[in-house]
């Protein structure tokens, strides 16, 4: 008989920040180098950084000799029927109609543009030789193959899901750490205009978090809806929001949070257990 498999976030999160940060670091360095828009080395760190939670997560799947958690893996990735209907249309109107909503209390308080919700003419931001539109689509699904392969499931235990889904929050705005170093990046455009525009880039990832973990966990754990989600929220990035309608968006995701935990109790507070596939009583 298999023996139960014991989840390792440790492991886990020690080693994907490990790479990461080397590889980030070293990327960042080079960005303040003449020629580095053009450098090959800094686009091989920048994907090695952001591959590191999926090669991670696949590493330590696979070589877990746990059937469960390669089966539980394979459900996740592949089994579409899991997906609530209920929740495709939440994925692509919650985020969204955030986005109007801070654009409009801009418009109004601080009279900046609507214009706010445009594409924008150039890219938004420098990503090396990678283009920043094919980052914005790239990470969503290589990152939420790694988090919610393993890295969210893996602080099961005894902790509520609303203590499992601020953990991650923190762990993953850590992750992003390294981009404030990185020369003309969007984190690093951040710091330099106003530290508090790049404190809310941080603090907003845990009412988002909070918001596509309900998604996710309503489709029992299903990867693709998390990667849809991060794929809405990253959308923002092609558009000419300011940083005002980002501050305020945050205010919003917060309000959205909070009415989804208060309206959800029995999921966010109950206990997160550390059994492979559990997604409460179906």
């Known amino acids: 008989m298999e023996r139960s498999y014991t989840y390792k976030p440790m492991r ?3 080693i994907t920040n490990l790479i990461m940060w080397t590889a980030w670091l ?5 960005t303040y180098q003449p020629g580095s828009q053009s450098s090959r080395l800094v686009a091989i760190l920048e994907l090695v950084g952001l591959f590191s939670p999926m090669a991670v997560a696949l590493w330590m799947i696979f070589t877990s000799k746990s059937q469960e958690l390669k089966q539980n ?5 592949f089994d579409l029927r899991a997906i609530r209907l209920w929740t495709i249309p939440a994925i692509f109107l919650i985020m969204p109609a955030a986005m109007a909503i801070s654009v409009a209390l801009s418009h109004i308080f601080f009279k900046e543009p609507l214009s706010q919700l445009a594409l924008v003419k150039t890219a938004p931001f420098v990503a090396g030789l990678i283009p920043a539109q094919l980052l914005l689509v790239m990470a969503p699904v290589v990152e939420e193959i790694g988090w919610k392969g393993y890295g969210v499931e893996s602080l099961r235990g ?9 953990i991650f929050a923190a762990l993953w705005a850590f992750w992003h750490g390294p981009t404030f170093f990185m020369h003309d990046y969007y984190q690093n455009m951040l710091i330099r205009t106003n530290p508090l525009f790049a404190l809310n880039f941080i603090v907003s990832f845990f009412p988002a978090t909070v918001i596509f973990n309900w998604l996710w966990y309503n489709n029992r754990g299903n990867i693709l809806t998390a990667i849809l989600c991060h794929n809405v929220i990253d959308f923002q990035g092609v558009l000419q929001m300011g940083q005002i309608a980002k501050c305020i968006e945050t205010v919003v995701f917060f309000v959205i949070a909070a009415v989804i935990v208060i309206s959800n109790k029995k999921m966010f507070f109950e206990e997160f257990p550390a059994k ?4 409460g009583k179906a």
Do not use: M, Q
């Open 158 to 166: 005894k902790r509520s899901f609303l203590k499992v889904t601020l």
């Open 26 to 30: 070293i990327a960042a360095y080079r």
């Open 276 to 279: 492979i596939g559990y997604f």
């Open 73 to 77: 893996f394979y459900k996740k990735l």
């Open 12 to 14: 886990f999160f020690l």
